[in-house]
Nanobody
Framework: QVQLVESGGGLVQAGGSLRLSCAASGRTGSSYAMAWFRQAPGKEREFVAV????????NYADPVKGRFTLSKDNAKNTVYLQMNSLKPEDTAVYYCAATYSSGLRYKRNEYYYWGQGTQVTVSS
């Protein structure tokens, strides 16, 4: 199993930046993809970004392309979501997720391990 601990959420003004972190522990020796999803009030949880086990491949949802950057420190088993040019519509609880896979996965039901979530609030 993989345990995930997120950090870095908070309140920021529109146009500002935040960096989220997600540290993985447990059975991290096998190949697994890591992703971020987000859930705004009254909406379904949606895909934000995903990175491969090695960190060599990543992809983003259209609403965040060009503004968010996902990276991975393999030595620390930690992924970082750098969020720039934040908009009020980015306000949500952000969840880190992991699943055993050698490739990228985009669907919520493909992920077995989830963090507790961290709140990101962007004021206008």
């Amino acid at each position: 199993q993989v345990q995930l601990v997120e950090s870095g959420g908070g309140l920021v003004q529109a146009g500002g930046s935040l960096r989220l972190s997600c540290a993985a522990s447990g059975r991290t020796g096998s190949s697994y993809a890591m992703a971020w999803f987000r859930q705004a009030p009254g909406k379904e949880r949606e895909f934000v970004a995903v990175i491969s086990y090695t960190g060599s491949t990543r992809n983003y949802a259209d609403p965040v392309k060009g503004r968010f950057t996902l990276s991975k420190d393999n030595a620390k088993n930690t992924v970082y979501l750098q969020m720039n040019s934040l908009k009020p519509e980015d306000t949500a609880v952000y969840y880190c997720a992991a699943t055993y896979s050698s490739g990228l996965r985009y669907k919520r039901n493909e992920y077995y391990y989830w963090g507790q979530g961290t709140q990101v609030t962007v004021s206008s």
